[in-house]
């Protein structure tokens, strides 16, 4: 790919100002394999949040957490997340690696994400063997869990951005619907495999007995997950690195050249065609002389110009990213203290009790059973993706998008009104429901802005259409962060509500969030035909 990408020269650009580089250019159609591989990283991610999603709270209160310091764990990596994705967004948008723009950011996250696995499930058995002291023990273990759970979760919401970003760079139109939903299929069956793992007593087979505990059970069996599944989709579909296009422009350049600039970029489309003697659009100014173009693509997104951008953020996109919001912070607010819903309401246990007491064992088991109900929403989640696409042909994107935000609502409400196991258990299908749609409709809403864009660009033919300084990277960032939003007020709001009435306050909470996101959907969200 270098070889090829590094030998664009001037007689090159010439060549395509004069085939009027404004037309959108799609990527080739991408093989199903392909796609497949570059789902794998969803795969990944998603069985190692199902591993924290099952034992976090446990390995918490395991090192003795104070109740005080609950909410502070789960609002310190999304508050760090919301406020540097965009600037990462952004960043990746203008990354001049030879690797390609997303995959280097894609990497390093990667790897703070096994980093964070090490640290909240190993810490405590690592401190145990280096410290005697049982006070000094204590809070370095709660120390070290705590930091591993931050760098996990940050790494983990981070990631998304970037993996969506690089699917929408190298892909046509096409390609981008189906590989969003073989994203959401392999998010489902790696939530599903994640769950599973911890739904099994690790602590009574041999593997447990060699590794010492289920939680370093499920440390192996994560980080060799994680590792394979990166290293395929970071392999998948090559990406023609920013600088290749870009390196050989003279210093001076005619009118009718097009400069790569982060100043004037346009909203959408990031085409990576270079490889195919084709310039990115995204990244062409607008027939724009400059007197160093050099100097031009070294240039970044400074705050100033970036807080600008979100303040000028088309309606639609506000308006989706609002749903997007109100649709995470329902299904988080269930899911992040689902198993534990399941100890203390469902079976009637006891977390803060003496570990060999009844209510303890009790509330074990009722979170293994909780696993199983994750399981079952991963499950369905897949299924659910797979039919996705018939079903949207029948009642549209905001059919999909209504329908997941009203059954999920109607679910945790039957749930949340009559704790039964059985009942539970059967109403798990329905966050699997929610779950898909969070990760499939509001992308591809983005992708037919993309597609809307690129047609009003191709009309006016190099007329003065401001794009405001947006890059895909910077568009999938920002709707990501509605992610990291509702996790702060989950994270703040909620752990106080269980202090106070326990989780059933939870599962009612959600409830009425996806009912009121019902609405918003249907009448403030706009679909593009």
């Not at 303040?311 to 109100?326: G, K, W």
Request: glycine share 10%.
């Amino acid at each position: 790919m270098g070889g090829n990408t590094g030998q664009l020269g001037i007689h090159t650009c010439k060549s395509l100002a004069e085939d009027d580089l404004f037309d959108p250019v799609e990527p080739p159609k991408r093989p199903t394999s392909n796609l497949i591989m570059h789902s794998m990283a969803m795969l990944g991610r998603e069985f190692c949040y199902a591993v924290e999603a099952a034992y976090v709270t446990p390995v918490l209160l395991s090192v003795g957490l104070p109740k005080s310091l609950y909410s502070t764990v789960w609002l310190l990596s999304p508050i760090l997340g919301f406020l540097l994705q965009p600037v990462g967004g952004s960043a990746s948008d203008n990354c001049q690696a030879r690797w390609g723009r997303r995959r280097p950011y894609i990497l390093t996250l990667g790897i703070m994400m096994l980093l964070g696995m090490a640290l909240y499930l190993n810490g405590d058995a690592v401190v145990s063997a280096l410290i005697a002291d049982p006070r000094r023990k204590r809070i370095w273990a709660i120390t070290i869990t705590m930091i591993g759970v931050v760098f996990f979760d940050f790494a983990a919401d981070f990631i998304d951005g970037p993996i969506k970003a690089y699917l929408f760079d190298v892909c046509s139109y096409e390609d981008k619907e189906r590989g969003l939903h073989y994203h959401a299929f392999f998010t489902g069956f790696g939530g599903a495999l994640g769950y599973l793992l911890g739904a099994i007593d690790w602590a009574h087979l041999e593997i447990g007995r060699v590794l010492g505990s289920e939680f370093q059970v499920m440390f192996f069996f994560s980080a060799l997950v994680l590792t394979l599944c990166f290293i395929i989709h970071l392999c998948s579909i090559p990406e023609a690195p920013l600088r290749d296009v870009t390196k050989d422009i003279p210093p001076q350049q005619a009118p009718q050249d097009f400069l790569l600039s982060s100043d004037k970029m346009y909203q959408y489309g990031s085409i990576e065609k270079a490889k195919n003697c084709c310039v990115n659009p995204e990244l062409a100014l607008q027939g724009e002389k400059t007197p160093n173009p050099s100097k031009q693509i070294s240039k970044k997104m400074t705050m100033t110009s970036l807080l600008r951008v979100l303040m000028n953020m088309p309606s639609h996109y506000l308006c989706l990213c609002i749903s997007h919001f109100i649709g995470w912070t329902a299904f988080l607010s269930n899911m992040l203290f689902f198993t534990d819903f399941m100890g203390q309401i469902v079976y009637h246990g006891d977390p803060y009790s003496a570990h060999n007491s009844t209510e303890f064992l009790i509330y074990e088991r009722g979170v293994e059973v909780g696993c199983w109900g994750l399981c079952i929403n991963s499950v369905f989640s897949s299924l659910y993706s797979y039919f996705q696409k018939p079903l949207v042909s029948y009642i549209g994107l905001k059919g999909l998008y209504f329908t997941g935000y009203l059954l999920f609502g109607l679910g945790t409400g039957f749930i949340g009104l009559f704790p039964n196991v059985y009942s539970t258990l059967a109403l798990c299908t329905m966050f699997g429901v929610m779950s898909s749609t969070l990760y499939t409709v509001p992308f591809n809403l983005i992708a037919k802005y993309h597609r809307e864009e690129q047609e009003k660009r191709q009309q006016a033919r190099g007329g003065s259409l401001d794009s405001g300084e947006r890059g895909q990277g910077l568009d999938c960032a920002v709707l990501t962060c509605m992610v990291q939003l509702a996790q702060i007020l989950v994270g703040g709001g909620l752990g106080f509500l269980v202090n106070k009435a326990g989780s059933v306050i939870v599962v009612i909470t959600a409830s009425a969030l996806a009912l009121i996101g019902c609405c918003f959907v249907a009448l403030f969200v706009r679909y593009v035909d």
